[in-house]
């Protein structure tokens, strides 16, 4: 394999994150028999010297290639939550489930896999231009590795700087000793990753709050009422969980969930 079809095995992975995410599970397993832990040594011994044929027109060896594809697989779940809209998403269910009272219903694959695609629905405009900008002129091979690399980022960037506080990305960038951005495009991606995430947090814990209150309402009549009936061995929760549902249930609760997550992005 020589390096330009090995920097396209690793690096388009990367332009279509959440795509690949649903390969990283499935890549694992066919890998494993293939390599063994006393091989990984030694290659790695020999990667300096690989990598230095590479250049001049050499070979990798599969132990080495299957080595860094799986080194690098193993970013994207980080990337992912990072730098698209799932983190966000994924708080918000959280907190939902945890206002119905319900301990494992939806389960967490639900959750994540429900997160997952309205993440996809979410980001869908931004990688069809990462696909129009980078992965589309790369494959026609109009342009290099690093241009389709810095294309890709710059589109993400555009999205993530969208969703983020200026007073969370001041406050990154003072910490950060930077000087004073002429544009929201010169803000690095050590400054605007970690700004971003915090932006999202306070978002997603904001809808939270205004998820809880009904329900929060729910539990202090139930309360009341069994604490009036002298019921005060009932658990308020048991008797308020059938009711948050049917308040859910009633208002359509998941279509206004799913369409405000969505929308909140806008």
């Known amino acids: ?9 690793v690096i388009l992975p990367l ?18 028999p293939g390599s063994t832990a006393a091989a990984i040594p030694g290659a790695l ?34 990337l992912i939550l990072m730098m698209t809209s799932f983190t966000r998403i994924l708080v ?26 309205l993440s996809l629905f979410v980001m869908a405009p931004t990688l069809d231009k990462v696909n129009q900008t980078a992965i589309s002129p790369y494959s026609a091979g109009t342009i290099n590795a690093e241009q389709a690399i810095a294309n890709a980022g710059a589109e993400f960037h ?9 007073h969370d990305l001041s406050m990154f960038a003072d910490m950060a000793h930077a000087p004073k951005f002429a544009s929201s495009a010169d803000v690095p991606f050590s400054i605007l990753l970690p700004a971003f995430v915090t932006s999202e947090l306070k978002t997603a814990f904001q809808i939270g709050f205004m998820l ?22 009932m658990s308020p929760t048991i008797v308020s ?10 208002v359509d609760g998941w279509a206004l969930l799913m369409g405000s997550l969505a929308s909140s992005f806008g």
Request: aromatic share 6%; hydrophobic share 60%.
């Open 45 to 78: 011994d020999r990667a300096f010297g690989q990598l230095a044929g590479a250049q001049s027109g050499g070979t990798l060896s599969m132990s080495l290639q299957l080595l860094l594809i799986m080194g690098l697989l193993t970013i994207l779940p980080s």
């Open 158 to 166: 555009k999205f993530m700087i969208r969703q983020t506080r200026e």
């Open 1 to 9: 394999m020589r390096l330009r079809d090995l920097r396209a095995a």
């Open 212 to 233: 809880f209150l009904p329900f929060l309402v729910i539990d202090l009549v139930v309360s009341s009422v069994l604490m009036s009936l002298g019921m005060m061995m």
């Open 241 to 250: 969980m059938p009711f948050k549902l049917l308040l859910f249930v009633l």
């Open 92 to 117: 918000v269910l959280g907190i939902l489930r945890q206002a119905l009272g319900l301990q494992q219903s939806p389960p967490n694959q639900v959750l994540i896999g429900l997160s997952l695609f």
């Open 15 to 32: 332009l279509l994150l959440p795509a690949t995410a649903f390969a990283a599970p499935a890549a694992a397993p066919a890998a494993a």
